[in-house]
């Protein structure tokens, strides 16, 4: 079936603006991660959900993040008040979330560039 | 914080030759897992390892897991010019929590 997909691949935004990041998991996959990566490093969570609710918030790194799943599928990642430092790639993950299922599958990333 | 070092950060091999690379990581582990990495976007899950394991094998994959070390290692063996990529450890600390990367080795395999 269809991997991880998220859009859109690229987004410019202006520094102060709010931008939205969409992943839509692969179907029947109950857990959802987000992680960012910046340049050069590796990618470090963000928050993680189990069906509907955010099991781990501990990576968001201040509330102007925020993301949700209300069906518990398609998540949105959300940013208020973007600034440079928040330039980097975002990558979607999800996983059957049944425990001996722990391998997480990840899209293609949106990359925000903020000016 | 990233829990994962890989060693070394960069790898320059002719095709044909093997590919090893080293993950060190903090705390102890439910599993870890390897991932490659092309152009810097989305991320291809390679190999899990869990803590109960020693080593495993995958295709021209070799992994090995010293959880005493607290360290394990990727071989790749006979490289392609197509395994130039960058690879990254990730550990995970619980089943199905999330996933504590290193920094990555970026291998390049010359034609």
């Known amino acids: 079936g269809a991997g991880v997909s998220q859009t859109p691949s690229n987004k410019v935004t202006e520094k102060g603006k709010y931008v939205e990041l969409r992943c839509d998991p692969i179907?029947?996959?109950?857990?959802l991660y987000w992680y960012r990566q910046s340049l050069g490093q590796g990618p470090e969570f963000l928050i993680y959900?189990?069906?509907?609710?955010?099991?781990?918030d501990s990576g968001l790194p201040n509330d102007r993040f925020f993301a949700v799943r209300p069906e518990g599928s398609v998540s949105t990642l959300k940013i208020q008040r973007t600034e440079r430092g928040d330039s980097a790639v975002y990558l979607c993950?999800?996983?059957?979330?049944?425990?001996?299922?722990?391998?997480?599958?990840f899209g293609p990333g949106t990359r925000l560039t903020v000016l | 914080s990233q829990q994962g070092e890989e060693d070394p950060q960069a790898l320059s091999i002719q095709e044909g030759e093997n590919a090893t690379m080293n993950c060190s990581y903090k705390t102890s582990i439910n599993n870890l897992q390897w991932y490659r990495q092309n152009s810097g976007r989305g991320l291809v899950h390679l190999i899990l390892i869990r803590s109960n394991e020693r080593e495993k094998h995958s295709g021209r994959l070799r992994v090995t897991l010293d959880t005493s070390k607290k360290s394990s290692s990727l071989l790749i063996t006979a490289s392609r010019a197509a395994d130039t990529a960058s690879y990254f450890c990730a550990t995970d600390q619980a089943a199905g929590n999330k996933l504590t990367f290193g920094g990555g080795t970026r291998v390049l395999v010359k034609p």
């Open positions: 179907s029947g996959h109950t857990a």
């Open positions: 993950a999800s996983s059957l979330g049944w425990p001996g299922t722990d391998t997480q599958y």
């Open positions: 959900f189990q069906g509907t609710g955010a099991a781990d």
